[in-house]
Structures are given as C-alpha cells and as structure tokens.
C-alpha cells in the first residue's frame, strides 16, 4: 500500500515529482523541497516537498 502523502526520493532527485494530495507535477523541485533542521534543502537531504499548489507536505521516503 502506498501512502497518500509519501513521495520517493528518486523522483526527487531525478527532478520529476508528481504531489500525491493533488496530482500536479511540481515545476521547480529544488526550490519546494523543505527540511527539518539546520541544514540546507538539497534532493539527497531534504525531509519533505510543499506543493505549491495545494500547499500540501509530501514527505520524502528512501
């Protein structure tokens, strides 16, 4: 079963995610990418994408 707001890490590093809430597939990948700490958000270190669209929180799976 796959969660409703869980994305792969892959995708989010090939640059091609498409948000589970919404359906919409994300323009700028880099710049929706969040992450919960000091570091800086980059596709290998990011916790989380925030649809710009719906406003929703992905959360990133390995």
Do not use: W, Y
Not at 12 to 38: K, N, S, Y
Not at 39 to 47: R, Y
């Amino acid at each position: 079963m796959t969660e409703p707001n869980v994305v792969a890490r892959a995708a989010v590093e090939r640059g091609v995610v498409e948000c589970p809430l919404c359906g919409r597939q994300l323009v700028d990948v880099a710049a929706a990418l969040v992450t919960f700490g000091p570091s800086e958000a980059t596709p290998s270190t990011a916790d989380a994408v925030e649809c710009p669209v719906c406003e929703g929180v992905c959360f990133i799976d390995d």
